[in-house]
């Protein structure tokens, strides 16, 4: 991991044995780290910090991990920053909560600290992959797009989409299971200075899913935020 010594992590965790043991290991893994105590701290460092990914505990004195996630993917700068997060299992339906929110990953307390490093650099393969993706094509079960014939199949048959329609659904592709929220799509898809409202977005998803049916399910809304591609695409029939 020669090539993420620069690498920023911010852990937010109030338990300072926790925070310190967390802490210790991604140190040793070459990670540079800074730590917050709280969620209000967690913000101001996010923004003096500019970490690449966060290690967030969701039970937090004052603004919980909910709330700094929510804000997290909410700010254009730090829509897609990946985020673990720390969850205690009587917390179970609060991790529901947490990943529809978009954290990429959770941990459950207690947790081994190697098991965290692994997780940690999973994700960091993962977005690697993600950024460096210079794929022309991209297939969710039945669904094949091909973006150097700008075409998209289900089945093997050609669906008609606008030019709008179609880099809607490239971007869900590109970052499937993540959460984008509308302001995401509305500024990659229609381009900073559309005059466009967020709700143009929904109008969009609703179009695809009526020409894509199996989109239906498989494009998810959450709730105040945005949207996200299922990670699991549907089988072939
Ligand atoms: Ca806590």
Redesign the pocket.
Known sequence: MSGRTLTKILIV???PEIAQLVNLYMGKEGFRTSVAKSGGEALKLLKSERPDLVIL?L??PEIDGIEVCKRIRNAPDTALLPIIMLTAKAEESDTIVGLELGADDYVTKPFSPKALVARVKALFRRLDRETSDQRLSFSFGPLAMDLSRHEVTVNGKEVSLTAKEFGLLEYLLRHQGRVLTRDVLLNTVWGYDYYGTTRTVDVHIRRLKLKIPLLNDAIISIKSLGYKLSDQAPALS
């Open positions: 965790e109030d338990e505990d039970m937090l």
